[in-house]
Nanobody, 123 residues
Framework: QVQLVESGGGLVQAGGSLRLSCAASGRTFSTYAMGWFRQAPGKEREFVASIYRSGGTTYYGDSVKGRFTISRDNAKNTVYLQMNSLKPEDTAVYYC????????????????WGQGTQVTVSA
């Protein structure tokens, strides 16, 4: 069992930055690849980024590539999402989740999920 708690969301102007954190409980955090997804009202859950267990391999969704950076600190059981150059279309609830298939962009391949944190980007 893994429990995930996201934090760091909020309201920011377009062009600004936010850093999201996802803290995991349990001793098995380092055995999971991790991912970030987002979901805007009325839209499907969208893949944002994922990172391998050791942090050496990362993947990004096309809409965030070059602006967002995923990282992790296994000593702190935490995965991060640094978001720069934010746009109004980045507004969504952001979720972190665990996976055994880092290359997957499908939510169905992710097991444990956090409750989400709201990010709102004003124009």
């Amino acid at each position: 069992q893994v429990q995930l708690v996201e934090s760091g969301g909020g309201l920011v102007q377009a062009g600004g930055s936010l850093r999201l954190s996802c803290a995991a409980s349990g001793r098995t955090f380092s055995t999971y690849a991790m991912g970030w997804f987002r979901q805007a009202p009325g839209k499907e859950r969208e893949f944002v980024a994922s990172i391998y267990r050791s942090g050496g391999t990362t993947y990004y969704g096309d809409s965030v590539k070059g602006r967002f950076t995923i990282s992790r600190d296994n000593a702190k059981n935490t995965v991060y999402l640094q978001m720069n150059s934010l746009k109004p279309e980045d507004t969504a609830v952001y979720y972190c989740a665990t996976t055994s298939d880092i290359g997957s962009r499908s939510p169905s391949q992710y097991g444990y999920w956090g409750q989400g944190t709201q990010v709102t980007v004003s124009a």
